[in-house]
């Protein structure tokens, strides 16, 4: 497995959250995604996603943490922090409506995107790969559902 998508794969099994993104991929597999993805650092305190925008790609966190965050009439709420090896986006991302939360970085921190051209070039390509991927966001999306406090971070 290249180096590239290596560190992101490490973090995605390391990850014990309840509602833990878990692909059942192999090797190869993590290096095909990895084709589909771009990585790139996110500097602390930067805006990785803005409520209210119109944007449905999706965000897997290798390093560093996020902290997801709703601003509203009473100032900002948080609602959750993400670690390495979490997903976000993903509410968007199948939705198509616009983003529910703010996420920005806490410290600096390395993340990968994927946007809905690559992954629908991923679908026509490696349908089963971009199956995977959707099971694998539709558990992440199922169990923060369940959680009465994750359920307003799903973004």
């Known amino acids: 497995m290249s180096s590239a998508i290596q560190a992101l794969c490490r973090a995605v099994t390391h990850n014990t959250s309840y509602d833990a993104f878990a692909p059942a991929l192999n090797a190869q597999q993590w290096e095909l995604l990895g084709d589909y993805m771009q990585g790139f650092e996110l500097p602390a305190g930067h805006v990785l996603i ?37 997903v976000v986006g993903e509410g968007s991302f199948f939705s198509r409506l616009p983003r529910s939360a703010n996420v920005v970085a806490i410290g600096a921190a390395r993340v990968w995107r994927l946007t809905p051209v690559r992954f629908a070039e991923m679908s026509n390509r490696q349908p089963n790969l971009a199956l995977e991927i959707v099971i694998a966001l539709g558990g992440v999306i199922a169990k923060r559902m369940v959680d009465r406090l994750k359920r307003v971070a799903v973004t």
């Open 50 to 86: 803005n409520q209210g925008a119109q944007d449905r790609t999706l965000f897997f966190i290798e390093s560093g943490t996020l902290s997801v965050h709703l601003t509203g009439s009473k100032g900002q709420m948080q609602l959750a922090i993400l670690n390495p090896g979490a």
